[in-house]
């Protein structure tokens, strides 16, 4: 009997790619979004590269009468949770829209989930927990310091929730902490789209030099880097959606160590913005237009991940390298009006 997964936030650029993965491996999923950063189109996108339509609901998480309801009529063996608001920009903006959307529907989840013993819960969390630590690379014992905006607070605050929800209630939970995710299926059927103008480095290359965008700023060569401009680990989004299944099966298989872990998930390589404009120079043909200007409120210099715990405990491991990403990227964007 197939295992049935619910996917929240199964439209989304991290979620979408995680259910092709899913499907890949065999698993039923059922998808549940309240489009309000997604297209219901991605549905059939999804559909058409694994031939296998998932179940959708569009429901809100926030409505705790639809999650009761949901549950009542559904039994799934797994939730991997990405549903959220995810802009760090307007989270600055809109802190208690964040508070509410990001928390409330994490809870409403918890209080069915715990209510009825559905253990293997896998949440979204961000490499912006730590901010910008002493030591690099980064580890899964690495200090979580104050949160650097509303958005990284209530993954922060969402990471304790789970955390007190495991020891009071049995919950058996992964936090998996992504790095910088990029790039897009290699159909070119799925990728990131951004609602408006790009705040992420990556989509606003492409958009610039698909000519939607007239020049990519650089915020700050006078960081501590190797030349001046801030450092990440991007990690290709389809390595990241294979972490899901690698961290699903640790929790279907009983392999965890303890009923909540974190781990990290990068490539273990930083890589500086004028490394990432070469790459993509290189990879697309084309000549880049971009510009120095001041460091953007708020960024770090550097961080990327040390990814011990992950190859080792999820068996897992990145493959596809920042060329790869960029070119998907690329290709993605092609195919966009
Ligand atoms: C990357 C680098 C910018 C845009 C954010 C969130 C994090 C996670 C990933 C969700 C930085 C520089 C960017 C531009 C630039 N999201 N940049 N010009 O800020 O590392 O992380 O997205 O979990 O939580 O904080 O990603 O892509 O915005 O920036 O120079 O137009 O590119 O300064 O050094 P970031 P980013």
Redesign the pocket.
């Known amino acids: 009997m197939e295992k049935k997964i619910l996917v929240t936030g199964g439209l989304g650029f991290i979620g979408s790619h995680t259910v092709v993965e899913l499907q890949n491996e065999g698993f039923e999923v059922i998808i549940i979004d309240n489009l309000s950063n997604s297209t219901i189109d991605v549905l059939e996108k999804i559909t058409s590269i694994t031939n296998i339509k998932p179940t959708f609901f569009n429901l809100d998480l926030k409505d705790k009468k639809e999650v009761h309801d949901f549950f009542n009529q559904n039994e799934v063996d797994g939730i991997i949770h990405f549903a959220a608001s995810?802009a760090?920009g307007e989270s600055i903006l809109k802190p208690l829209d964040y508070y509410e959307n990001n928390i409330y529907s994490l809870v409403n989840l918890l209080q069915e989930t715990t209510q009825r013993n559905l253990n293997n819960f896998i949440f979204s969390s961000?490499?912006?927990v730590y901010g910008q630590t002493d030591e690099l690379p980064i580890t899964e014992n690495a200090p979580i310091k104050p949160a650097e905006s509303p958005?990284?607070n209530t993954k922060k605050i969402n990471e304790e929730i789970i955390a007190d929800a495991v020891k009071a209630h049995g919950l058996k939970a992964i936090s998996l902490r992504?790095f910088?995710?990029i790039g897009a299926h290699s159909s070119a059927k799925i990728g990131e789209l951004p609602l408006g103008i790009?705040?992420?480095?990556?989509p606003?290359i492409t958009q610039t030099a698909a000519g939607i965008r007239q020049e990519?700023?650089?915020?700050?060569d006078d960081y501590p880097t190797v030349d001046g401009?801030?450092v990440?680990d991007y990690i290709h989004v389809v390595d990241l959606a294979k972490a899901h299944i690698a961290a699903l099966n640790r929790l279907l298989k009983n392999q965890q160590k303890n009923n909540y872990e974190v781990f990290n998930v990068g490539t273990g390589k930083g890589s500086s913005?004028l490394e990432v404009i070469k790459q993509f120079e290189k990879v697309s043909q084309t000549k880049l237009n971009y510009k120095i200007v001041g460091r953007?409120e708020g960024?770090i210099t550097a961080t990327y991940a040390d990814t011990t715990l992950a190859n080792n405990e999820l068996n897992w491991k990145a493959e596809l390298t920042l060329e790869e990403a960029l070119l998907s990227a690329w290709n993605w964007q092609k195919t966009l009006k």
Do not use: E, M
Not at 198 to 202: A, E, K, R, S, V
Not at 216 to 220: A, C, E
């Open positions: 995810k760090v961000s490499c912006t958005y990284g992504y910088n995710p790009p705040q992420n480095l990556i606003f990519l700023s650089v915020f700050g401009t801030a990440r913005v953007r960024d």
